[in-house]
């Protein structure tokens, strides 16, 4: 299992919209083979900023699965109007179990 952890930064005054977007926005992320769940969240210090979190099976089933399908196309058609600038996504795994 890997985390994809993505960083948006959202227009001024957009919040509402982006998160009315990203609602139906996340049923297209959630169809694809390999996704396992996500969150979304808001920076409580700068409420333009928001991560969301993103667990696969493989990093493939983000990059290939979903990112190369025409879901990500929608999925970004939703959301591009509200991004300030580009976003931005690294991929991360567990080291250490909790104990």
Not at 14 to 42: I, K, M, S, V
Not at 61 to 83: N, T
Not at 88 to 98: D, G, K, Q, T
Request: include cysteine; proline fraction near 5%; aromatic fraction near 12%.
């Amino acid at each position: 299992m890997i985390l994809e952890l993505a960083h948006f930064r959202i227009v001024p005054g957009g919040n509402a919209g982006f998160e009315a977007a990203y609602a139906t926005a996340q049923a297209l992320l959630a169809a694809t083979p390999g996704y396992l769940d996500h969150e979304l969240q808001r920076c409580i210090e700068d409420a333009s900023e928001y991560r969301l979190l993103v667990h696969w099976n493989t990093v493939d089933d983000h990059m290939k699965g979903f990112r190369e399908s025409p879901r990500f196309v929608q999925w970004r058609a939703l959301l591009q109007p509200f991004f300030a600038t580009a976003p931005s996504a690294l991929h991360y795994e567990r080291v250490i179990a909790n104990a």
